[in-house]
């Protein structure tokens, strides 16, 4: 049942991506600039303690970097796109191992929300929300 739920939520997200990369931006769209560094951290419970920060580049590149306390961190290069509201983050593959499957958060504010995540990569609670992180002159 889960991984029914899961493949469902994947193929939903790479169809939003794929359906989304041919809509034209709206005009709201390109007025908000979304890239900048957003971060989040993993619940109290989790016992790795991890911090999670997601750099948003201007030419759709992506990198999140997750910090496990105590441990070395690890970082995975993507790409975003934004249509409705929306932040479609893919990965890219990270040697051997392939690409983790696409996040889609929703944007509100100075915060994205994960709405759709493949549950066995991230888990059921999946990846937390990651608010953006203030400039070194204050503001966003």
Not at 40 to 68: F, Q
Request: charged share 20%.
């Amino acid at each position: 049942m889960r991984a029914a739920a899961s493949r469902s939520r994947y193929l939903i997200a790479v169809c939003w991506f794929l359906a989304a990369a041919w809509v034209p931006m709206s005009a709201e769209e390109r007025v908000v600039d979304l890239s900048g560094t957003y971060q989040g951290h993993a619940p109290a419970a989790d016992p790795s303690k991890r911090v999670y920060t997601l750099t948003l580049a201007a030419d759709g590149t992506a990198i999140l970097t997750t910090l496990y306390i105590g441990r070395d961190d690890t970082m995975q290069h993507g790409h975003w796109v934004r249509r409705d509201g929306q932040v479609v983050l893919t990965f890219e593959d990270m040697g051997a191992n392939p690409a983790f499957r696409p996040i889609v958060f929703r944007h509100r504010g100075h915060q994205l929300t994960p709405i759709a995540w493949d549950a066995s990569e991230w888990g059921r609670a999946g990846p937390p929300v990651l608010h953006r992180a203030r400039s070194a002159q204050g503001g966003f």
